[in-house]
């Protein structure tokens, strides 16, 4: 393995890592993908199952978990719906951040039309706003935990 794609796969790491908390790319995916690269290259198969799984295993809590959490905040899967669509929306009119700021104003804007209430509507948005900090959470453990894995095998090489 030459060391200038060993540096490349390393940016590309880095570049997902930081796609996981600033919403641009699809982080995880990178990261698992640049580290598969290398494992495929390198005939680590170990590695190769190993962030695969963390990978998996991470894309099915990003889910599960907030979506247990929205369930049970009382949070209608109107609103988030509503919160997607603005989320998507808002990445194109403010890059960056829109996607952020585009779902907490879906959600917002869906539970004040169906409560009345700007009170009512705002424990809603706070609960939506929690899981998506926990599932970014959960997204940047898992490219952690691949990176680390990657490291790992670095060192070991």
Do not use: D, N
Not at 83 to 93: E, K, Q, S
């Amino acid at each position: 393995m030459t060391t200038t794609l060993t540096v490349l796969l390393a940016v590309c790491v880095v570049i997902g890592l930081l796609g996981i908390v600033i919403p641009v790319l699809p982080g995880l995916l990178l990261v698992w993908g640049a580290v598969l690269v290398w494992a495929v290259v390198t005939q680590t198969w170990w590695l190769a199952v190993l962030v695969t799984v963390l990978y998996a295993v991470g894309l099915a809590l990003q889910y599960v978990l907030p979506g247990r959490r929205l369930r049970t905040g009382g949070v209608p899967t109107r609103s988030l719906a509503a919160g997607v669509l603005v989320a998507v929306v808002g990445f194109f009119v403010i890059p960056v951040v829109g996607a952020v700021a585009g779902f907490v104003l879906g959600v917002f804007l869906s539970e004040l039309q169906r409560l009345s209430s700007t009170g009512a509507a705002w424990p809603s948005t706070v609960h939506a706003l929690k899981a998506v900090g926990l599932s970014m959470l959960i997204e940047l453990t898992a490219g952690l935990l691949i990176s680390a894995s990657w490291a790992a095998a670095l060192i070991w090489a």
